[in-house]
């Protein structure tokens, strides 16, 4: 069966099923689409839009029609990187501790304006208001370390030159000009103005192409950083479809940053090569959690809650593959499907739903078609498998998968939604090997008592972030350290260092003094070579570096 087959069976598969999670009801009173995304509101963010056309975003709760927002032509894109261009330069002339503050208000405009945004996420998205506040969480960690950190990483840095105190070098780190960034709607505040921060503070322009569907979160970022004291007009955003406007943005810009599907990834990423300019990508993950022979159960059930049905799995960096010690299995499965059963679903603007629903019809779909596949071909359904459209239309439970093998596609295709695959395991070794069986590598759980052994475990595995005794959390909210993928799941990382410099071009300037690198004082050629032997001899029994 192809991956885009449905399989006959169906409808069927899925109407015999029975929904058993509990339903979140909405307190009274409480906030509607209506009363957040006003015409005003809509009127308000798409004022800084270049899109002469008409385009239409929707809201997953319900399946109704968000907002109208302006389209993006080419030509529109051309104007946008115009006016970016223009203004990047005197951005980049701006002192870095003044760009810093900007971010550092940005933070606090966050935090204090997040009943906004986290109903903006909510309507755009379709996440429960908790998985929203995570990415309030992501937003203000980033903005804070880039805001006090960046003049330490864009210092510039003295090296000890090819002679030493003769040459003189510094290495300095210059903007690129204006980034091109391409963005999902996962995590549409996070993954677009989270990565924007630093090539703002960098001294770059950004000409952002979010994803239609969440325009309005990158564009109230957008109003906020303005506000934070930002330069409208180093913050370009273009809206339209991806397979139109994404090229156009790639076409034209001095370095891009997308994140996304893998499949698009490489798309972005032969475009980029055939201009000869860098790119970042953030892409898919089918990431495994390993519940070792000695875990705390209890503790690893409720963190398999966390790290699978967060945002209903469609996060990047959520886990599909659930990997349990046998001696512990049906431990953990009994409390794992306990806790997954009791999840309450909920479409309203307040806290009190542990899961919302997933984005729309193309998700809801990938989700039945994994699951209806995998239970036709042997698997059995331990909690979910169903749909919830007496909720709204895009719910679907939260399910866990027992008996998945090849060739279901939920094995080995990235379902990005709220599913987990179980498999039983005796040794360790395999386990590893079957966790990094898999063309992805982005993020991957351990579970274990013993510290040392997790870490041990951790470095076997091939994932660019591995996260011990929890599911995603730490290693993404960590901004100090790079985050990203291995293997297709990504190129590049964002985040510490990495994550800043990406958007720079070194710079190395030599300072040649008293003497030049060639014969002189009258040597000829062969004495300045064997003056110039002796030296390097010299500087290795001095342990120069
Ligand atoms: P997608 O690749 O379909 O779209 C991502 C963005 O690219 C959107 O803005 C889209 O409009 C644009 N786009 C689409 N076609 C394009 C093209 N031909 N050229 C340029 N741009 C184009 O991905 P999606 O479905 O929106 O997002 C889900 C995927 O993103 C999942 O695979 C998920 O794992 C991945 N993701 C990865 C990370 C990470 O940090 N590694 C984070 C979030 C999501």
């Not at 015409?39 to 968000?66: K, Q, Y």
């Not at 409208?232 to 809206?239: C, L, M, P, S």
């Not at 022979?293 to 593959?321: M, N, P, T, Y």
Request: charged share 20%; proline share 6%; aromatic share 6%.
């Amino acid at each position: 069966m192809t991956d885009s087959q449905a399989p006959s069976t169906t409808a069927a598969a899925s109407a015999a099923r029975a929904g058993t999670n509990p339903v979140a009801a909405a307190p009274a009173g409480a906030r509607t689409a209506a009363d957040v995304v006003t015409p005003e509101v809509i009127a308000r963010l798409t004022r800084g839009v270049v899109g002469s056309g008409r385009t239409a975003s929707h809201a997953p709760f319900t399946g109704g029609r968000l907002a109208e927002l302006p389209e993006s032509t080419p030509e529109d894109v051309e104007t946008a990187f115009a006016r970016a261009r223009a203004a990047q330069p005197a951005w980049a002339a701006t002192p870095v501790a003044t760009r810093a503050t900007v971010l550092l208000r940005f933070h606090d405009l966050v935090l204090r304006r997040q009943t906004e945004i986290l109903d903006l996420v909510q309507l755009e998205t379709g996440k429960a208001r908790l998985h929203a506040h995570e990415e309030v969480q992501g937003v203000a960690v980033t903005a804070r370390h880039y805001g006090r950190q960046a003049a330490a990483y864009l210092r510039p840095k003295r090296h000890t030159g090819v002679v030493p105190v003769l040459t003189k070098v510094t290495e300095l780190r210059q903007p690129r000009g204006v980034i091109g960034q391409i963005t999902p709607w996962n995590y549409p505040l996070a993954l677009s103005v989270g990565d924007a921060l630093p090539a703002f503070v960098s001294g770059n322009a950004v000409v952002m192409k979010p994803d239609t569907e969440t325009a309005l979160t990158a564009l109230w970022a957008r109003e906020l950083l303005i506000e934070a004291g930002l330069p409208a007009e180093v913050f370009q955003v273009v809206i339209g479809d991806g397979p139109v406007v994404g090229p156009e943005v790639v076409a034209r810009a001095d370095y891009v940053s997308f994140t996304g599907s893998t499949r698009t990834g490489r798309d972005v990423a032969q475009r980029a090569a055939a201009r000869l300019i860098g790119v970042s990508l953030e892409l898919g993950g089918k990431n495994p959690m390993l519940v070792l022979a000695d875990a705390d159960v209890e503790k690893a059930a409720a963190g398999a809650v966390r790290a699978c049905f967060s945002s209903a799995g469609q996060l990047c960096i959520s886990i599909e593959r659930l990997y349990v010690h046998e001696s512990v299995a049906d431990a953990f499965v009994e409390r794992f499907a306990a806790r997954t059963r009791a999840m309450r679903l909920g479409a309203s603007l307040a806290y009190g739903a542990d899961m919302g629903c997933l984005a729309g019809e193309r998700q809801l779909e990938t989700v039945v078609r994994h699951v209806d596949e995998a239970v036709e071909k042997g698997a059995t359904l331990v909690a979910g498998g169903v749909a919830r459209p007496d909720i709204g239309p895009h719910f679907y439970e939260p399910t866990i998968l027992d008996h998945v093998q090849e060739p279901m596609a939920v094995c080995t295709q990235e379902t990005f939604g709220p599913v987990v695959s179980l498999y039983r395991f005796t040794d360790e070794e395999d386990a590893v090997a079957a966790a990094n069986a898999t063309p992805y590598g982005l993020n991957a759980s351990v579970w274990t008592k013993d510290a040392r052994r997790g870490r041990a475990v951790a470095a076997r595995l091939r994932a660019g972030t591995v996260n011990i005794n929890e599911g995603y959390a730490p290693a993404y909210g960590s901004v100090r350290s790079p985050m990203g993928g291995m293997k297709d799941s990504g190129l590049g990382r964002r985040h510490g260092s990495e994550g800043i410099l990406r958007y720079t071009e070194a710079q190395t300037v030599a300072h040649q003094r008293l003497i030049p690198l060639a014969p002189s004082f009258g040597m000829d050629d062969e004495k300045y070579t064997a003056f110039m032997s002796r030296a390097l001899q010299a500087m290795k029994t001095f342990r120069l570096r």
